[in-house]
C-alpha cells in the first residue's frame, strides 16, 4: 500500500515509518499540515495517517480541507484527545477511525489494513459470505448450509463485522469501538458474552466452526482450510 503519515513528532514519525516500511508499504511523510495537505491532494493514497495536533494547519482543518476537494482515500486519526467528543469531532470532520496516542504499532498497522479494505461506499457489499454461511444486508437474514439462523441485532451487528474482517485476528478493542461504538473499556464481559451467544448459533450443530478465539490477541472468523 501506498500510505502517508502526517506526524510532527519526529520520534513517532521515524518509528511509524520504519517499522510500515519494514511491512512492505510505500510511506510518504509530512512533518506540518500545509506539506501534509499539499501530498495528500496531489498523490493518490491508499490510507492517510494523520496527527490532530500539527503546526501550520490542524488536523481536522486538513481533513475537512481534502474531503472537501473530493479525497477519498481513508483517514486514521492520531492523537493524544482522547475524549468521546474528541473522537466525534475527528470522525465528523471526514477521518475513519481514530487511535489515541501512546498506541501498540500492531493495532496502528490492524487499523491501517482494516481501512485499506474498506469498499467505496458505491461498491458495499449487501450480500456476505464466509464458506457456508450467508448474511443478506438487505433482508437482514443469515443462513448456513441453508438453515435460517435468528439473531438478535447486536448479534447480527458482530456477525457482520466478523464477517467483513474474515481472515483477520480482530482485538476486543476494535469488537467495542465499531460494534458497540464505546471508545473506552467498560470493564464488563459484553464482548465474550456476545461472542458465546453467536457461536451458540453460527457454529453449533455444524462440523467446522467459523468463530475461533487467537488466544492473547483476539478472535478470527473463518474456516481452517
Same mark, same amino acid.
Given at each position: 500500500?501506498?500510505?502517508?503519515?502526517?506526524?510532527?513528532?519526529?520520534?513517532?514519525?521515524?518509528?511509524?515509518?520504519? #517499522?510500515?516500511?519494514?511491512?512492505?508499504?510505500? *510511506? =510518504?511523510?509530512?512533518?506540518?499540515?500545509? &506539506? !501534509? %495537505?499539499? @501530498?495528500?491532494? #496531489?498523490?493518490?493514497?491508499?490510507?492517510?495517517? *494523520? =496527527?490532530?495536533?500539527?503546526?501550520?494547519? &490542524? !488536523? %481536522?482543518? @486538513?481533513?475537512?480541507?481534502?474531503?472537501?476537494?473530493?479525497?477519498?482515500?481513508?483517514?486514521?486519526?492520531?492523537?493524544?484527545? !482522547?475524549?468521546?467528543?474528541?473522537?466525534?469531532?475527528?470522525?465528523?470532520?471526514?477521518?475513519?477511525?481514530?487511535?489515541?496516542?501512546?498506541?501498540?504499532?500492531?493495532?496502528?498497522?490492524?487499523?491501517?489494513?482494516?481501512?485499506?479494505?474498506?469498499?467505496?461506499?458505491?461498491?458495499?457489499?449487501?450480500?456476505?459470505?464466509?464458506?457456508?454461511?450467508?448474511?443478506?444486508?438487505?433482508?437482514?437474514?443469515?443462513?448456513?448450509?441453508?438453515?435460517?439462523?435468528?439473531?438478535?441485532?447486536?448479534?447480527?451487528?458482530?456477525?457482520?463485522?466478523?464477517?467483513?474482517?474474515?481472515?483477520?485476528?480482530?482485538?476486543?478493542?476494535?469488537?467495542?469501538?465499531?460494534?458497540?461504538?464505546?471508545?473506552?473499556?467498560?470493564?464488563?464481559?459484553?464482548?465474550?458474552?456476545?461472542?458465546?451467544?453467536?457461536?451458540?448459533?453460527?457454529?453449533?450443530?455444524?462440523?467446522?466452526?467459523?468463530?475461533?478465539?487467537?488466544?492473547?490477541?483476539?478472535?478470527?472468523?473463518?474456516?481452517?482450510?
Amino acid at each position: 500500500m501506498k500510505l502517508l503519515l502526517i506526524e510532527d513528532d519526529a520520534a513517532t514519525a521515524a518509528h511509524v515509518v520504519k #517499522s510500515l516500511k519494514q511491512h512492505g508499504h510505500v *510511506v =510518504d511523510h509530512a512533518a506540518d499540515g500545509r &506539506d !501534509g %495537505l499539499m @501530498l495528500a491532494a #496531489s498523490e493518490p493514497y491508499d490510507v492517510l495517517i *494523520v =496527527d490532530r495536533m500539527l503546526p501550520s494547519l &490542524d !488536523g %481536522l482543518g @486538513l481533513v475537512k480541507t481534502i474531503r472537501g476537494a473530493g479525497v477519498k482515500a481513508p483517514v486514521l486519526f492520531l492523537t493524544t484527545l !482522547g475524549g468521546i467528543d474528541d473522537r466525534v469531532e475527528g470522525l465528523e470532520a471526514g477521518g475513519d477511525d481514530y487511535l489515541v496516542k501512546p498506541f501498540a504499532f500492531a493495532e496502528l498497522l490492524a487499523r491501517v489494513n482494516a481501512l485499506a479494505r474498506r469498499p467505496p461506499p458505491s461498491e458495499e457489499k449487501t450480500l456476505l459470505q464466509v464458506a457456508d454461511l450467508e448474511l443478506d444486508l438487505l433482508k437482514r437474514r443469515v443462513t448456513r448450509a441453508g438453515r435460517r439462523i435468528d439473531l438478535q441485532p447486536q448479534e447480527f451487528k458482530l456477525l457482520e463485522y466478523l464477517m467483513r474482517q474474515a481472515g483477520r485476528v480482530v482485538t476486543r478493542t476494535m469488537l467495542l469501538e465499531n460494534v458497540w461504538e464505546f471508545h473506552f473499556d467498560p470493564q464488563t464481559t459484553v464482548v465474550e458474552t456476545h461472542i458465546s451467544r453467536l457461536r451458540g448459533k453460527v457454529d453449533q450443530g455444524f462440523d467446522q466452526p467459523l468463530i475461533h478465539t487467537v488466544r492473547g490477541s483476539g478472535y478470527r472468523f473463518g474456516d481452517d482450510t
